[in-house]
């Protein structure tokens, strides 16, 4: 087994398919007055659905999800009481995530298990789903596999192992994925249950979730919690924005036990339970040498006026490798000509670009940026060179919409600056220096210029993901943002945050959150 930092304990609590028929027996008796408490908050006999399942309602995603929260739960407790120590480091498989989470005291018994009441309820909505278990194959095999035969439809939801992952999505495509991987001789099998969990598909539910958890508030953290979603530990102010995220985005499980074996000693971990089938995945883990990393890239392109200094607040928060692609006339090359045509610009763009498509990448632009990181994309597509994994977009409507910008930079001097002054994002203190502000309007002006020139492609949509995220105060309808919908043969995902049309710069680690949650492990 791995070593590790001497002392850090560790425990793992299992998900949604290690419900059986029994669970919790032993547990409801030692433990009334919980279990009657459970029964109390759910509206049905808790100990007889897990202790003899009379409906045959234990795999129904509504009643398995706040089933296995409790008897986790009152197995952890009981563990505690027997004298095992409490952990150091907790980490759950997909639903585990709420025990973990509870353990570590971010809320009460009979709160967790509202949330997964809750949270149970909404996936069971989600209909034409279907998930796909595939063994023997890698992230890498299995994504080039679903680019050749343009399974477009499934997402990878579960990253169990190097060789163990679980493909969820559209059900006529897992029933044309499933033969077509057997011929190949890999090893599937199809899920019991009736829904796309962990994919995009569960985005009506992890947006109707979001909006549930606000009524709730979270305690400190008494221990470290790896979510599932970032392979990293939870931060406490973003517990809800995670747990929604959660219900949508790939269980990370291979990164989140790689991370756990560099902070804790597998020797001190147990599971929660009695199956074991999450020691098991760990043991197979810790046995597989981990292969040299390669670190994901995203490629960021800067808003009006902005240099390689626009997205810093965003590195500072993610292990991406963020490139901020910087236009001629800005930060260090102040010195070339400024460009006015978008066209050129994104030549530019695309110039910066080659040479650096040897890792899995994604593009993000806020504002100006969202348009030429959208025409870049187009311009990839056009050179027949790698796509990339995801298309990030902030502050601006669907590029089919003309920009309520594209007379800006006709304004007079003292109307331009008043305009920008309205749009936030500069510097209170500039106004201060004339010099400096004759110097930016300069390039300000050429940024404008480029988008009041913006032309719309007449071209196919992208087939790539798009995620939009706006501010709520800023002037865009729900309309002009999803109009953005038109551009990606894929669903498309929108956030929204509190703030103006520069929401980004209070908020960091969510974005980073956001987009970190894009790639998987190759």
Not at 318 to 333: A, N
Request: proline residues 6%; aromatic residues 8%.
């Amino acid at each position: 087994m791995s070593a590790a930092v001497a002392g850090a304990r560790s425990v793992l609590f299992p998900g949604q398919g290690s419900q059986a028929v029994g669970m919790g027996a032993g547990l409801f008796e030692r433990y009334p007055r919980l279990a009657e408490r459970a029964s109390d908050v759910l509206g049905y006999d808790l100990p007889r659905l897990c202790l003899e399942d009379p409906d045959g309602r234990l795999d129904d995603t509504r009643y398995t999800q706040p089933a296995l929260y409790a008897v986790n739960a009152l197995s952890y407790v009981d563990s505690l009481e027997r004298g095992e120590p409490a952990g150091d480091y907790l980490l759950g498989h997909s639903l585990g995530e709420y025990n973990a989470l509870h353990a570590a005291g971010a809320f009460d018994f009979e709160t967790g298990l509202k949330l997964v009441a809750k949270r149970g309820e909404l996936m069971a909505r989600a209909e034409n789903g279907a998930m796909l278990a595939v063994v023997g194959l890698g992230v890498a095999d299995l994504r080039a596999f679903l680019a050749e035969h343009e399974l477009t439809r499934l997402d990878l939801a579960n990253i169990n192992t190097d060789s163990q992952l679980v493909l969820s999505g559209d059900r006529a495509e897992i029933d044309r994925a499933q033969p077509l991987l057997d011929e190949r001789r890999v090893r599937t099998a199809r899920l019991k249950v009736s829904a796309a969990f962990h994919s995009r598909f569960m985005a009506p539910a992890r947006d109707e979730f979001a909006a549930f958890l606000k009524g709730f508030r979270f305690g400190p953290l008494n221990a470290t919690v790896i979510a599932n979603l970032t392979a990293r530990p939870y931060a406490e102010q973003d517990i809800a924005a995670t747990l929604s995220e959660q219900i949508a985005g790939s269980v990370r499980w291979l990164e989140s036990v790689r991370y756990l074996m560099r902070h804790a000693s597998l020797d001190d971990c147990r599971e929660v339970g009695e199956r074991q089938v999450l020691t098991r995945m760990v043991k197979q883990i810790d046995a597989t040498p981990e292969a040299p990393k390669v670190r994901p890239r995203l490629f960021c392109v800067a808003y009006a006026g902005g240099d390689e200094r626009a997205y810093a607040g965003l590195a500072e928060h993610t292990d991406l490798d963020v490139v901020t692609l910087e236009r001629p006339g800005h930060g260090k090359r102040i010195s070339e000509p400024l460009l006015h045509d978008p066209v050129a610009i994104v030549d530019d763009l695309l110039g910066q670009l080659r040479g650096r498509l040897d890792a899995p990448f994604a593009v993000y632009g806020h504002s100006l940026g969202a348009r030429l990181a959208f025409l870049l994309c187009h311009r990839l597509r056009a050179e027949g060179l790698p796509a990339p994994e995801h298309l990030y977009v902030s502050g601006e409507s669907g590029p089919v919409i003309p920009s309520r910008e594209r007379d800006t930079w006709r304004l007079p001097t003292d109307e331009f600056w008043a305009h920008l002054d309205r749009l936030g994002g500069l510097p209170a203190e500039l106004r201060d220096h004339p010099d400096l502000m004759a110097f930016y309007e300069r390039i300000l002006r050429a940024d404008f210029t480029a988008l009041g020139a913006y032309a719309h492609p007449d071209a196919a949509p992208l087939d790539i993901p798009i995620t939009a995220m706006n501010g709520a105060a800023e002037w865009f309808t729900r309309a002009d943002v999803d109009a953005w919908q038109r551009e990606s043969t894929r669903p498309l995902t929108t956030h929204l945050f509190p703030g103006d049309h520069f929401f980004i710069r209070d908020r960091w680690s969510a974005l980073a959150r956001i987009v970190g949650s894009g790639f998987a492990v190759t």
